[in-house]
């Protein structure tokens, strides 16, 4: 359970690092126009918002802190 805390820690203190940086982006499609059988979409790149990325750093800063504290059984 200690590592398994710790290493998930890890993952989302990484991706949370990564998005704080600007480097993960999303593609978001739009549908512009329909007529008939007929749609006209337009597809955008948008990056994930700075507040998640903290909130990653943060939440995976606590799950490493949590692993290395919990006591061996």
């Known amino acids: 359970m200690r590592l398994a805390l710790i290493a998930v ?4 203190l990484a991706l949370g690092i990564a998005v704080t940086s600007g480097k993960l982006n999303y593609e978001k ?5 329909k007529v008939g059988g007929v749609s006209l979409s337009a597809s955008h790149d948008q990056t994930v918002p700075q507040w998640a990325g903290i909130a990653g750093i943060v939440i995976g800063g606590g799950l490493i802190g949590a692993g290395i504290l919990r006591r061996k059984r």
């Open 29 to 33: 499609k739009d549908e512009v126009a």
């Open 9 to 12: 820690g890890i993952i989302i």
